[in-house]
């Protein structure tokens, strides 16, 4: 492996639980391995809003809510606030890991982010932020895609970008780093396209 630091742009939407896991996959392994993640936001919403049927099972728009928010946070804050948002919004105050997102407010008050952002939810004043973000991810991938987009930068500067890989659980430390160093291998094939189990 080169020796350096690995950047991972990562792209979620807040409310997908196996967003969820790859993103504490990424985390899990910066002890064991050089990775920066940088946290950008995307929507389920926006990527299916033009479809005639509904795959998130959505016809309320709650998942836009979440999106705003996050996009709030991301653009005031920055990606490490987003970051923190992210995960603070899936831990309970004792540490342990939620099934769901808890309150946004909440959330945001826990890792030191104003309340106020999460009456972006029930605003579009970040729509555009959120879609300009969306696409800046999605946009890399030239097939029907969901959440999580990655863009793998090797420490040369190599970047490669990617949908998923999606978890269905978070793997145990040693099969989260053979699931980076897979990932980083695929990420360096020019021809590779897609594979799922």
Known sequence: MTDGVWTVDFWLDPACPLTRHTARWITSIADEIPV???????????????????????????????????????????????????????????????????????????CGLPAELADAGGSDAYDAALRASHHDGVDRIDAEIGTPVLAITSPDGDQRAMFGPVLSALPTPAEAIRLWEGTRLLSGISGFREIKR
């Open 36 to 110: 920066e993640p940088r946290w950008h936001v995307m929507s389920l919403s926006v990527l299916n809003e033009h479809r005639d049927d509904d795959p998130e099972d959505d016809p309320n728009g709650y998942l836009w809510i979440p999106a705003r928010v996050a996009a709030a946070v991301r653009t005031e804050h920055g990606h490490a606030a987003l970051g923190a948002f992210y995960d603070t919004l899936w831990t309970d105050p004792d540490g342990t890991e939620r099934e769901w997102i808890g309150d946004l407010a909440e959330a945001l008050r826990r």
